[in-house]
């Protein structure tokens, strides 16, 4: 049995597993490899013959070492007629769970990363599981309509994952916040994508508010 690169695919995407008695296509997972460069929306690693462009959330690739580290991801490739997509996690559970999100017409894979960004893992579950679509519409930008799509797919699913269905506080900090960065005069997209490159570590909404003001350099527009 031996791996070899396919003519009819892109190599970053699919392999050819070839046998005596048949060729099939098979998907990547995960990658182990070292990190090559650091981008804004996705990481190249490069695994010893091949360098493999995946595309992940702002967390994930702030957590992702600098170039020459090696790492692994949990991958999902995502095809269409026009193109094929690798997204990368650092853990499996997130891997899942965006999975899970694709699934739900309307949601492709950058909305996905969009609504994953908005808090961690288990918080994001627990604002499902608790039916508030308040939340996922204001910070994280989709639109009602898919918000409630979102809670209508997956509440009974995080339910039945045995997800409890307290309040989430990180969601409520990051509303806060993003309604005091729009009240210095930031529009809300502005606020959002601040909001969005400040490490999920700094918590509640005043320390939140005061990193991004640091981070835009300034206290007001």
């Known amino acids: 049995m031996e791996f070899a690169s396919s003519s009819r695919e892109p190599l970053t995407a699919l392999f050819l597993l070839r046998t005596a008695k048949y060729d099939e296509f098979i998907m990547l997972c995960g990658i182990d490899g070292v990190v090559e460069l650091k981008g804004e929306r996705a990481v190249i690693l490069n695994t010893g013959s091949v360098s493999y462009r995946v595309f992940a959330s702002r967390e994930t690739l702030r957590k992702i070492p600098e170039k020459g580290q090696k790492i692994k991801l949990w991958t999902h490739l995502y095809q269409r007629e026009d193109t094929q997509e690798l997204y990368g996690f650092l853990h499996y ?129």
């Open 93 to 221: 559970a997130e891997l899942e769970f965006f999975e899970m999100l694709i699934q739900i017409p309307g949601i492709g894979p950058k909305s996905g990363l969009g609504i994953m960004a908005v808090a961690p893992l288990d918080t994001l579950k627990q604002a499902i599981a608790s039916g508030d679509t308040s939340y996922l519409t204001k910070v994280s930008g989709i639109g009602r309509k898919t918000a409630e799509k979102v809670i209508l797919e997956l509440r009974e699913k995080m339910a039945g994952r045995g997800v409890s269905v307290v309040g989430a506080p990180e969601l409520k900090e990051e509303s806060d916040a993003l309604d005091a960065l729009i009240a210095l005069g930031y529009t809300q997209s502005e606020a959002r994508e601040a909001l969005a490159n400040i490490p999920k570590e700094i918590r509640g909404a005043s320390e939140r508010v005061k990193a991004t003001l640091q981070r835009l350099g300034g206290k007001s527009k």
